[in-house]
């Protein structure tokens, strides 16, 4: 999405006339969830995708006659398609909107752009009920906006949600009236938030740590380094990290800004530095903490954090060995293995293997008016040893008990 949007923006400032493709409705198991754009320049360049491939030809077309005409319209795919032979083959349906995307159809795109580079939140919202404020759009950042939907008394209203919006980083449809009456309930707006990059901290300037980063940084994360060694703890060293920071980990973390979406990864797998780092971590905001460590090292550290004073409601949030249980053996392998317990988190997912979950594979946010869709399994036949790790994974029957940990596994 925001490779599109930013694509879109850069077209603008060239004078490349160009259309944008937006998923607005969805029901059932689509590809890619509501909010998810395609661009479409003239002359044939395309960015982004809705369906990873069922109807992006379809769309194409659709966008090139949109260029022509200049009206926005609305499509709808379902896995039975009563227009032709374009359909999904996922089982859902979904609805877009194709619009056109020039600087003045769209005059917030560049302060998409600009928000995402600095890292600041922005939200986009969008009339996407068929009537004649269709596609007309306001782009709101904590301290402008640009754009219109078409009345001033509607743009007050959306401006006002899209505002409370701004921090939420999803996407969300509210119902307003042609002049912003919530009552009246005639228009469907999508506002979709982009929030401030996640947060993640990793300390130990080791190999592991050269794969985190990277592998975080694909996705989309702000990446902070940290290591007590000079020598180690080099911008060469680590060219993908948003910040390289030489100082001892307790110390960082007593300074550092913590919050809900702030990732802390422990990779030094030695007690100077991270015991108190993670005293420090585990007693702070942040959504995950993992250590790195065999199962000698985590036992050790847990006696140490007790004797410490860390409590044992404190303990349980710690990922210790990190990691879901990939058989992972390289420092790269690793970062997938790390990375996939934090997305499990994050998105409420199982780490186990789809094919032996039941259910939808993508099931709707909970923002979405569908509700939601559990997926269930058999339970695992072998007995997993009592560990400590979330319990949100726990209740799922997610097993730590090989996660990889490299050399010292």
């Not at 689509?30 to 998810?36: A, F, L, M």
């Not at 920071?245 to 550092?256: E, H, I, N, T, Y």
Request: aromatic residues 4%.
């Amino acid at each position: 999405m925001h490779e599109a949007l930013n694509t879109v923006a850069q077209w603008q400032a060239a004078g490349i006339d160009c259309a944008l493709v937006t998923i607005v409705r969805s029901a059932g198991s689509i590809p890619r969830p509501v909010g998810t754009v395609m661009a479409v320049a003239r002359g044939g360049t395309v960015v982004g995708s809705i369906s990873g491939g069922c109807i992006e030809s379809d769309v194409f077309h659709i966008a090139t006659e949109v260029l022509d005409t200049g009206k926005a319209t609305l499509r709808r795919y379902t896995i039975d398609d009563d227009a032709g032979s374009v359909a999904l083959m996922c089982g859902g349906s979904m609805e877009v909107l194709v619009q056109r995307a020039g600087p003045q159809d769209l005059p917030g795109l560049a302060l998409v752009a600009d928000s995402v580079a600095a890292g600041q939140p922005v939200a986009t919202a969008t009339v996407v009920s068929e009537c004649a404020h269709l596609g007309r759009s306001i782009v709101v950042t904590g301290a402008s906006s640009a754009g219109t939907c078409g009345d001033p008394l509607l743009d007050a209203a959306v401006l006002a949600r899209a505002t409370r919006h701004l921090e939420a980083g999803t996407v969300t449809t509210v119902q307003l009236g042609e002049t912003g009456n919530c009552a009246e309930a005639a228009l469907s707006v999508l506002i979709s938030s982009i929030a401030q990059p996640p947060s993640m901290l990793v300390f130990g300037a080791v190999d592991f740590a050269h794969a985190l980063v990277r592998t975080a940084k694909l996705l989309g994360y702000s990446v902070t380094l940290c290591d007590a060694r000079p020598a180690f703890a080099t911008p060469e060293r680590f060219p993908e990290a948003d910040d390289v920071v030489v100082m001892w980990p307790q110390d960082f973390l007593r300074q550092a800004v913590m919050t809900p979406s702030t990732v802390i990864c422990v990779l030094t797998h030695d007690p100077r530095f991270d015991v108190p780092a993670i005293e420090i971590a585990l007693r702070s905001e942040a959504r995950y903490v993992g250590a790195m460590g065999s199962r000698r090292t985590h036992t050790d550290r847990m006696e140490r954090l007790r004797a410490a004073g860390v409590t044992e409601s404190e303990l349980s949030r710690l990922s210790s060995p990190i990691g879901l249980d990939l058989g992972a053996a390289t420092p790269e392998e690793t970062a997938i293995s790390i990375l996939a317990e934090v997305i499990a988190l994050r998105r409420g997912g199982s780490g186990m293997r789809l094919g032996g979950l039941a259910g939808p594979i993508h099931p709707p946010t909970p923002t979405s008016p569908t509700g939601s869709y559990p997926r269930t399994s058999t339970p695992p036949t072998t007995k997993k040893e009592p560990d400590r790790t979330h319990d949100h994974l726990r209740r799922r029957g997610v097993s730590q008990t090989s996660a990889a940990t490299g050399a010292d596994r």
